[in-house]
């Protein structure tokens, strides 16, 4: 029986070594690869979240007086608990009434603008098909505003009796702590209370 020469030995551990270093890379390869599509699937899901109903839908507004609503339907979500934030901007008008008598005979105060917030959570069970109608409400002004700034004396009493909306943004986050969508409407002439007309809704 033959005994293969060292030199032979050599040259087939030296093939072995190289199929072996060949093998490395390409598992090295594969974990980049895989690694890249996890960091671009989050990117990807908060593109594909809209408004349904076509390249012009949006959301629908309505001035509560004192609050504003928001109100729509989203498509392309995931199968996560969402939560929605609408922030809206508005110029309240304000009345300073006076202590002593008891009135307010002062109104059409303008304080300064303010920015409330509301928010909605939606469980993934009420997801169908990646979509969802959503309905959010921002709350109140603080009413009595503390220190009265816009009337005569601190003593006074300042309440906000309306506010005229000029923005809102909604923020769509799936699920909470990851925004997905964000939208920012603004509205000229700014609202006044009942449907916000969507000719007066321009949002980016």
Do not use: Y
Not at 19 to 36: A, D, F, P, T, Y
Not at 46 to 59: D, L, N, Q
Request: charged share 10%; with cysteine; aromatic share 4%.
């Amino acid at each position: 029986m033959a005994v293969p020469k060292p030199r032979a030995l050599a040259r087939g551990c030296s093939i072995r070594s190289g199929e072996r270093g060949k093998l490395m890379r390409r598992l090295s390869l594969i974990v980049l690869v895989v690694v890249g599509l996890m960091a671009i699937a989050p990117a990807a899901l908060a593109s594909s979240v809209h408004f349904k109903g076509g390249a012009h839908a949006g959301p629908t507004f309505f001035d509560n007086g004192l609050t504003l609503s928001a109100s729509g339907a989203l498509a392309g979500l995931g199968n996560e608990n969402i939560l929605i934030t609408l922030s809206a901007t508005g110029n309240p008008t304000g009345t300073c009434g006076n202590p002593g008598a008891n009135t307010f005979q002062a109104p059409g105060q303008n304080p300064a603008p303010v920015t409330l917030t509301g928010t909605q959570s939606i469980p993934a069970s009420k997801i169908k098909n990646g979509e969802v109608s959503f309905g959010v409400t921002t709350d109140p002004p603080v009413s009595p505003v503390p220190g009265a700034p816009d009337c005569p004396s601190k003593s006074w009493t300042e309440l906000i009796k309306d506010v005229a909306f000029t923005s809102a943004t909604i923020t769509v986050e799936q699920p909470a702590g990851t925004t997905v969508f964000e939208v920012t409407c603004s509205f000229n002439p700014a609202t006044s209370n009942g449907a916000v007309p969507s000719r007066n809704v321009s949002c980016g």
